[in-house]
């Protein structure tokens, strides 16, 4: 009887070590576990350029995907309400539907700095705190060339996305020099294309839903008002600081605001986000069908 309890004993503790090595091994084993194995198929499932090994770039170009879009913000003013960096989290956002919609495009970085006015003396929204200005040859010598790096990598044709109104300008004439010296176009549309119809959708399309809607324009604004905040809180409500849209008097241009915001929501945002992606995928489309 002596005998048989240190050997149960040591049958017992055999048992229970087989038994965690076999726990061990499945947990090592088990498809849904690896995390390593996690985040490169999320980078290559990403729209998002910045996301990607150069690898995987290189092979989702060599499989197809030739489109790039180049977004371009902005860090300014968008009254006290509203964060700075608004312009380059809503175009981020926004460019990443529109890939996702056409299938077969990518989203460049966003170009945050670009013409806000002038820095000495300061004008437009350079006269409130925190806005970065850049002079627009700088701006399209910065778009110029991250376009060409586009090209050398073999992508086909690279969309402009502008979230701002100041520099529509700059997109439309970096894209026509690029176009004239490359030939203009390809098989599948224009080589390099500064998508209007991206801000027109955003500004004065956006707007007209929402005087459809009832909204007047004093209310609904150019900047900052109720059509801007909506657009934001839709995207990120982050964006927002939600306890200062009933401000008491109502803000005036004096704080960086042209529009009444009070009244914004999410719900009223995402109008102009489905008009937007809409709007933008019909348009390079009907690039890529025209001559």
């Known amino acids: 009887m002596l005998l048989r309890r240190p050997l149960a004993g040591h049958v017992a503790a055999g048992w229970l070590f087989s038994l965690l090595v076999l726990v061990l091994l499945s947990l090592l084993l088990w498809p849904g576990l690896p ?25 989702l170009v060599a499989a197809g995907t030739t489109t790039v879009l180049l977004p371009a913000g902005g860090t300014e003013q968008s009254g006290p309400h509203m964060a ?19 299938g077969q495009a990518l989203v460049a970085p ?3 700095y ?12 350079m006269r409130f705190a925190g806005t970065v200005s850049v002079p627009e040859p700088v701006f399209e010598a910065v778009l110029e060339s991250a376009v060409r790096s586009f090209r050398r990598h073999g992508f086909q044709e690279v969309v402009l996305l502008g979230d701002h109104g100041g520099y529509q300008a700059s997109l439309q004439r ?51 008002g109720l059509a801007d905040t909506a657009l934001s809180l839709a995207v990120d409500p982050a964006l927002v600081r939600l306890p200062l849209l009933q401000r008491v008097p109502k803000y005036s241009a004096a704080d960086g605001v042209v529009g009444d915001p009070s009244r914004a929501s999410a719900a009223l945002g995402q109008i102009g986000v489905d008009h937007i992606v809409a709007a933008s ?11």
């Open 174 to 224: 970096v894209a026509a020099k690029l176009n004239r010296e490359w030939g203009g176009a390809v098989r599948s549309g224009p080589r390099v294309l500064a998508l209007v119809a991206y801000y027109r959708a955003a500004s004065s399309g956006h707007a007209e839903l929402l005087a459809q809607r009832g909204f007047g324009a004093a209310e609904i604004g150019s900047h900052a």
């Open 114 to 125: 670009v013409p806000e006015g002038s820095i000495e003396p300061p004008t437009a929204h």
């Open 35 to 59: 995390a390593r194995a996690q985040p490169a198929a999320a980078a290559v499932a990403s729209v998002q350029l910045d996301d990607l090994t150069w690898t995987e770039l290189r092979a």
């Open 281 to 291: 995928i019909a348009a390079i489309r009907s690039a890529r069908r025209s001559p």
């Open 110 to 112: 966003v170009l945050a």
């Open 84 to 102: 700075l960096g608004k312009h380059n989290v809503r175009v981020q956002a926004l460019a990443g539907l529109i890939a996702r919609g056409l």
